[in-house]
């Protein structure tokens, strides 16, 4: 799902939030099963997003209705439960039922009740193809925990960040404190949840957002950045930073009570660019006063302060700020273009979400891909590998790898097509790298360059912002100059080259270039000018990929899945490479003359290229290429892919 899909989910939820408010408040409340005359303590947990409402549930009993109420992380469940934990009532909040979420309801029984608050409904959830979830709930239900659902279309999946849940959850424990107050007799002590209220006040802090688009897009978020909030508030909005996090993938902001920002905090920010976002709200004892303070502190020309101003009071406040950071994150997605449907660590946080769940090697994160092979390949990469081996005997040609559109290529474009796309939308360059020299007596001197443009045109796939630039077919490759068709550039001369090509994308209006090499002589020389290309190329961003040691580890390891010695795939003109060319461009391998090379197992192999592999391999062969055959080569080439889209994906939504 490209980006600009996500941000369309992102802002139709948001837009979509008043009415929820509206038509949730509105609904008859529904009376507590257990009174809190009846209970020692309530203890209220949650987490991700769902950690917000049982904070506030903790606080709204604590505090205005003076119970012995608590907060505990999810993380505190992997213990028994405290003493006298038959006589608490234990209120749980998870907006999708998640796996985290399930420790905490491990063990039902051993509290005088227990109450979850959550938006999954089974049977949604089981047409959505969530059954484990739908199945917990069935349980839950069936042996008596208390399910209380947010409002009917609260769920959401599909992106990291979460916009609705986290509200709806806010007001499902509102009114979850209300129908507990309503127990003892003191409604009235509870903040009322008048759904108008809330919904009109949300909508406006959304129409005061507009100055924060300005903000987004300067990349002061980025950092360094930090909350500033009074007293008590800065715990119950602990939140907010996370949703910059989650929906812009910067680091962590902290969140200061207004006051303690006069010590560490200032003193570290005095030296250097800050920015703060202050919580403000009408009801803070002398917090105008304060910023204005503080305000008088800062230097104009490194530091900013934000207000973001509710006009309701604590803990009202909070849907207003929820409202108003929304915003922030929505307009700094569509600045920066950033992935909230495919996040850099996608997939592989699965080892701690689905710590809780039914089958926790099965468990999926919501809205990411179908769970991934037990060696932490993609779907995909293990179905190729293991069809890879395909039928005995010698090589055969396969269908061709799906390449990237032609009008993405760069290359195939006129001057007026290239420039209206990259008018519509921020575009980045794929600027693939390869050489031409020998591949041994079997492959022609421009493998690398072919296996170049392949992996720029399924790279290319993936990100539907991409546009592929030609291969450079020229690299560093003195360690094959000992042999005929070694066309060799000095690092020095690439860095030039690469220099001028960043330069003219720049130029031309590409938001940024991301570049990458088929040919392992030149990922040295590519790391070392990176810092060069950057200030070449500025303000344009240029990232790179030049770790070839995972190249050759990824690749050993799906030759071993599909029953290849890695000692034969090799590192130069092995099986690996050559399947690739009988599935890329069958024609120009020379079967005839296939015969294994340099097969011994080495440590390093660096040492067997340099100073010359002719040293080492007389035919220029590292690996045994007889057993090569086309259908293995999506395999590799996948998996080589997997890679580039990882380290480009990091890239892209790095700050």
């Known amino acids: 799902m490209p980006w600009r899909e996500a941000h369309r989910k992102l802002t139709a939820r948001t837009r979509a939030l008043p009415a929820l408010l509206r038509e949730a408040a509105a609904r008859p409340l529904e009376p507590a099963r257990i009174g809190l005359g009846e209970v020692r303590r309530v203890v209220a947990t949650g987490v991700g997003g769902s950690a917000a409402p049982a904070r506030l549930l903790a606080h709204l009993l604590a505090e205005h209705l003076g119970c012995d109420a608590r907060f505990r992380p999810i993380g505190a469940f992997f213990e028994s439960p405290p003493p006298g934990a038959c006589d608490d009532l234990l209120v749980v909040v998870s907006q999708g039922l998640t796996p985290n979420a399930r420790l905490a309801l491990a063990d039902p029984a051993a509290w005088r009740h227990v109450v979850l608050l959550t938006a999954t409904r089974a049977g949604d959830a089981r047409a959505a193809g969530r059954a484990d979830a739908a199945d917990a709930l069935e349980h839950l239900d069936a042996i008596g925990v208390e399910v209380r659902p947010f409002a009917a279309g609260s769920e959401e999946y599909g992106t990291l960040v979460r916009v609705t849940g986290p509200t709806m959850g806010m007001l499902a424990a509102l009114r979850y404190a209300e129908a507990l107050a309503a127990t003892v007799g003191r409604e009235a002590a509870v903040p009322r949840c008048d759904g108008a209220t809330l919904a009109s006040s949300v909508e406006a802090a959304a129409a005061r957002a507009a100055g924060l688009r300005a903000l987004a897009a300067s990349g002061r978020l980025a950092g360094p950045l930090a909350f500033v909030a009074s007293g008590e508030y800065a715990r119950l909005a602990a939140h907010l930073p996370a949703r910059l996090l989650e929906g812009l993938l910067v680091p962590l902001p902290p969140i200061y009570d207004l006051l303690e920002v006069a010590h560490g905090p200032f003193q570290q920010a005095s030296v250097g660019m800050a920015t703060f976002l202050a919580l403000a709200r009408p009801d803070a004892a002398r917090e105008d006063e304060l910023l204005d303070r503080f305000t008088g502190m800062l230097d104009p020309t490194r530091h900013a302060l934000v207000r973001l101003s509710a006009t309701l009071p604590m803990p009202l406040a909070l849907f207003e700020h929820e409202a108003l950071v929304t915003e922030l994150v929505l307009a700094g997605i569509a600045a920066h273009g950033v992935e909230q449907a495919r996040w850099p660590g996608q997939g592989r946080d699965r080892p701690l979400y689905a710590v809780g769940g039914r089958d926790e090697a099965a468990a999926s994160v919501p809205g990411a891909a179908p769970p991934a092979a037990a060696d932490g390949a993609s779907p995909g990469f293990a179905t190729a590998a293991s069809a890879a081996a395909g039928p005995p005997g010698g090589p055969h040609a396969a269908s061709p790898p799906p390449a990237a559109d032609d009008g993405r290529r760069l290359g195939d474009r006129t001057w007026p097509e290239l420039a209206t796309a990259l008018a519509a939308e921020p575009r980045v360059a794929l600027v693939p790298l390869g050489a031409t020299e020998q591949h041994g007596p079997h492959l022609p001197c421009a493998t690398d360059t072919w296996i170049g443009d392949a992996l720029a045109a399924r790279l290319a796939a993936r990100f539907p912002e991409a546009v592929v630039c030609p291969t450079v077919p020229f690299g560093c490759s003195r360690e094959h100059a000992a042999f005929p068709g070694a066309l060799d550039l000095a690092p020095a001369t690439l860095a030039a080259v690469l220099a001028d090509l960043v330069r003219s994308l720049a130029g031309a209006g590409f938001a940024g270039a991301f570049v990458f090499s088929a040919h392992g002589g030149n990922d040295a020389g590519l790391a070392a000018m990176l810092p060069a290309l950057r200030a070449a190329a500025a303000p344009m961003r240029i990232e790179a990929f030049t770790d070839r040691a995972r190249v050759a580890a990824t690749l050993a390891r799906v030759a ?96």
């Open 560 to 655: 071993a899945g599909a029953g290849v010695d890695p000692r034969a795939a090799g590192h130069h003109a092995g099986e690996a490479e050559t399947s690739i060319l009988l599935a890329l461009r069958p024609a120009s391998v020379r079967t005839a003359a296939l015969a294994a090379g340099y097969t011994a197992a080495v440590a390093d192999p660096q040492t067997l290229f340099y100073p010359s592999l002719r040293d080492r391999a007389p035919t220029g062969v590292v690996g045994d290429p007889r057993g090569a055959h086309a259908a293995r080569a999506d395999a590799y080439l996948d998996a080589w892919v997997d890679l580039l889209a990882d380290a480009y994906l990091r890239a892209k939504n790095a700050p």
